[in-house]
């Protein structure tokens, strides 16, 4: 099966600046790399996601890059704030089961 | 954005009993999941359905079986709950054409 390496586990970071989250995957098939945003008590949510036809997506002030070769992928914050303090999951699909594989997490403090 | 319930919300259960959780979707999306997640381990596959009557393993089965009596419901089922098995499950829906799981609220089981 697919295998996701999630790091860091734990970002600290000052109010106004950058995170970045950098997962990694195994299956060479999979397509379609979603990243969920988990607030305490909650469910988890999508926050943005990237296919394997793209290399770069942007949103509102997050960024995804997407890098085959190297079968990674990355999350970025920019200008980050107290309420981006959360816990964040990226994931993997192959194309074979359509399951997705997660990644255990990175808990993401913004200190003001 | 897909509306996904689960009951009960909280359960406490004894060793050795039988415990049934269930998840409703009202969006009419045939794939349907189990995660549970625990402190370290993000969220793991337990069981996924494709549709009404179909059920496949995921990738933590041991101990646990799944019913899709319906495109609507999808329950999991703990014949012999294990203190292990305390955590919080998640059910999640997602269209087979689209990529996107929808999750619900979670259900905390402590099993004592």
């Known amino acids: 099966g697919e295998q996701v390496e999630q790091l860091p586990s734990i970002l600290r970071v000052q109010e106004g600046s950058s995170a970045s989250i950098n997962c990694t995957y195994e299956?060479?098939?999979?397509?379609?790399f979603p990243w969920y945003k988990q607030e305490p008590g909650e469910n988890p949510k999508l926050i943005i996601d990237?296919?394997?036809?793209?290399e770069r997506k942007q949103t509102q002030g997050l960024i995804v890059l997407l890098d085959k070769k190297a079968k990674r992928f990355s999350l970025h914050i920019t200008d980050t704030q107290p309420g981006d303090s959360a816990m964040y999951f990226c994931?993997?699909?192959?194309?074979?089961?359509?399951?997705?594989?997660f990644g255990d997490g990175t808990v993401l403090t913004v200190k003001p | 954005e897909a509306a996904v319930t689960q009951s009960p919300r909280n359960k406490v259960a004894v060793t050795g009993g039988k415990v049934t959780l269930s998840c409703n979707q009202t969006?009419?999306?045939?794939?349907m999941y189990w995660y549970r997640q625990d402190t370290g381990h993000g969220l793991r596959l337990i069981h996924y359905?494709?549709?009404?009557?179909?059920?496949e393993k995921g990738d933590i089965p041991d101990g646990y079986k799944a019913s899709r009596p319906s495109q609507e419901n999808f329950s999991l089922i703990l014949e012999l709950a294990t203190p292990s098995q305390t955590s919080v499950y998640f059910c999640?829906?997602?269209?087979?054409?689209?990529?996107?799981?929808?999750f619900g609220p979670g259900t905390r089981l402590l099993v004592l």
């Open positions: 999640a829906s997602g269209d087979v054409n689209q990529d996107t799981q929808y």
């Open positions: 994931a993997a699909r192959g194309t074979n089961t359509g399951k997705l594989t």
């Open positions: 299956n060479s098939a999979s397509n379609y």
């Open positions: 990237i296919r394997s036809n793209m």
């Open positions: 359905s494709y549709g009404a009557g179909s059920t």
């Open positions: 969006n009419n999306h045939n794939n």
